[in-house]
């Protein structure tokens, strides 16, 4: 899947704060190991190399176009490497804290790689992830809507994308099982205040909606896309718009 560092990054503000958010969990341990799984184009794992820095980071991405970036950021402590979440838990290697910002959302059954990676945790080790309650987010909600209608069934040879992620109650359980202690489980809302519908276009055209316009070419692409923004419209009418974008923050430490 292609992505564009350029537009994923317009909104980096907005991306960043449940960034920060999830970080201030973390505690510092001397000689950690640690791993960002989805580290994008490695900023965010750079300030965590800089905020820990009795840490070894790795960041790890499949997106050799957002890794393109991280290479001026590599230090002593902080290296890179192109990586899918399901090749990083399949080498089995554990770590002192496993961390990821709004990236498990594109892997699939979190039931099982929740507990996968959690056993990768080592004793004391610590477990932070953050990802969009993709399910409850307005835009993702008439994303899911339009696909399934026709034309655009057809136009996408009936391809959707089921959002994986679970209830907030699902990962509690799942944190638990997993030998988890101090655990901080939160939904919370990140809002965007947009004065046109196309900052919420925009937001959306950087992360969920692509998966769909690398399907799409010419009018096919140019209908969706009219279709989708129309949507839009329709369900913010009034501007400025707030869009309630809900985010879960998982934190725990093992055992």
Not at 129 to 137: A, D, F, L, S, T
Request: hydrophobic share 40%; charged share 25%.
């Amino acid at each position: 899947m292609p992505w564009n560092p350029e537009i994923y990054n317009k909104f980096k503000n907005i991306r960043y704060q449940p960034f920060y958010d999830l970080a201030d969990f973390i505690q510092p341990v001397s000689g950690m190991k640690a791993i960002d799984l989805g580290c994008g184009t490695g900023e965010q794992t750079a300030i965590l190399a800089d905020k820990f820095k009795e840490a070894d980071f790795l960041g790890v991405d499949s997106s050799a176009e957002m890794l393109e970036q991280s290479k001026s950021l590599e230090t002593d402590s902080l290296h890179f490497r192109k990586a899918t979440t399901e090749e990083t838990l399949a080498s089995g290697e554990k770590w002192d804290l496993i961390f990821s910002n709004a990236a498990l959302q594109w892997s699939n059954d979190h039931k099982t790689l929740f507990a996968e990676l959690i056993k990768l945790v080592n004793p004391k080790g610590q477990f932070a992830v953050q990802m969009p309650v993709q399910p409850e987010n307005k835009l993702n909600v008439i994303l899911a809507e339009l696909v399934d209608e026709e034309p655009f069934q057809s136009y996408l040879n009936g391809y959707k994308r089921d959002s994986p992620v679970l209830s907030i109650d699902e990962y509690a359980q799942i944190l638990f099982d997993g030998g988890l202690e101090e655990l901080q489980i939160q939904q919370k809302v990140y809002p965007i205040i947009a004065n046109d519908h196309e900052t919420l276009y925009n937001f959306i055209s950087g992360s969920a909606l692509i998966p769909y316009i690398e399907r799409l070419e010419g009018e096919q692409k140019a209908l969706f896309i009219k279709t989708y923004k129309e949507r839009i419209a329709k369900h913010f009418p009034k501007l400025p718009a707030i869009y309630s974008f809900k985010r879960l923050l998982l934190y725990g430490r093992k055992v």
